[in-house]
């Protein structure tokens, strides 16, 4: 016959009584939520997609919640230690795409090299108006065009 333990004026059975590990499983889902929701809706706007601010909270919200869930697993100790190694798993997979992966971008073989003239091409100014390159040389007092190109991570 199990022995009936009594806490807080409430007698429970050691072995009825086993509750959820509520920071080991949702440090779980928020890692995945986190590592899903940069590709899906944080990597729309510049300012989460160049440096991803808050896909970086949200890793160290889950992996503080992870290991919290894992020092509280007491019964079923190995699921907790898989949950805990995807979780981080997520958050270095994320990691190297983000910071050592997008590098790794091929070489441009097309591009025209410093000092080449340009192609021709058409853009909008600030005022949202098609201006041509060819436009912009023929003015009477141009001697050149000086073009800028701003590399980011898309």
Avoid: E
Avoid at 34 to 63: E, G, N
Avoid at 107 to 115: L, N, T
């Amino acid at each position: 016959m199990r022995a009936k333990r009594v806490a807080s004026g409430f007698a429970y059975d050691g072995l009825m009584s086993r509750r959820l590990n509520w920071q080991l499983w949702s440090g779980f889902a928020l890692s995945i939520a986190a590592f899903v929701s940069y590709f899906l809706f944080f990597a729309r706007f510049p300012v989460t997609r160049d440096m991803p601010w808050v896909s970086l909270i949200l890793f160290a919200i889950a992996i503080a919640l992870l290991v919290l869930g894992l020092r509280r697993a007491t019964g079923r100790r190995i699921g907790a230690w898989i949950a805990t190694v995807f979780g981080v798993l997520f958050c270095v997979l994320f990691c190297w795409d983000i910071f050592i992966g997008a590098k790794w971008l091929p070489a441009s073989s097309h591009a025209p090299a410093v000092g080449s003239k340009a192609p021709d091409f058409v853009l909008l100014d600030i005022h949202q108006k098609p201006i041509a390159l060819s436009r912009l040389l023929a003015g009477p007092a141009t001697k050149g065009v000086l073009l800028i190109f701003y590399r980011g991570y898309w």
